[in-house]
């Protein structure tokens, strides 16, 4: 069966609550505390974005992400989305498709550009991806993100122009 992507539903939170709890547990990737109870995780990933998406092969759930507007009236034109995938989906091309699903669902949604606030910068996984997927660097804010693992590390800001500029 090949990979579907579909927004989500509060009663998707079942299949995304185990791929939210590994990620943010980790302390690596997410500002979130460690220790975020799942009904926080449900807040925070069901309720606060625009919307939520999850992808799923054969009845199980192996990715998701958000998307928001970035910031709030003036700036609501460039949106922002976070990402997960499950630890044994990894490496499989599912971040890409995630993204790329994304920057469809943002142009759809009137959104002209999209814009990654933190990413960490020991992510070396996803800085490639990014940069693969035509995101730009245009900040670096040191010592943003507490690592469980290396402590203060720096956070990039990265961008992308959906559509173009009038």
């Known amino acids: 069966m090949t990979l579907h992507i579909r927004k ?3 009663r998707d939170f079942e299949t995304i609550w185990p791929i939210f709890r590994a990620v943010v547990s980790a302390g690596t990737t997410y500002p979130y505390a460690t ?11 069901m309720e606060v974005p625009l919307a939520t998406y999850l992808a799923e092969k054969d009845g199980k759930t192996l990715g998701t992400y ?15 989305c976070g990402y997960m995938v499950a630890p044994e989906a990894r490496g499989q091309g599912l971040g890409t498709k995630l993204c790329l699903h994304s920057q469809q669902t943002a142009r759809d949604n009137g959104f002209t550009a999209m814009q ?7 992510n070396t996984a996803a800085i490639h991806l990014w940069h693969k997927l ?6 670096t804010i040191p010592g943003a993100f507490n690592h469980s693992r290396h402590g203060l590390v720096d956070a990039l800001i990265m961008y992308k122009q959906l559509t173009p500029v009038l």
């Open 116 to 122: 990654f606030n933190l990413v960490v910068s020991t």
């Open 35 to 45: 220790t975020t109870t799942r009904e926080q995780g449900f807040h925070l990933w």
């Open 8 to 10: 989500a539903t509060d």
């Open 66 to 80: 958000y998307i928001k507007a970035n910031q709030p009236e003036l700036g609501a034109h460039i949106c922002n």
């Open 134 to 139: 035509g995101f730009s660097r245009i900040g």
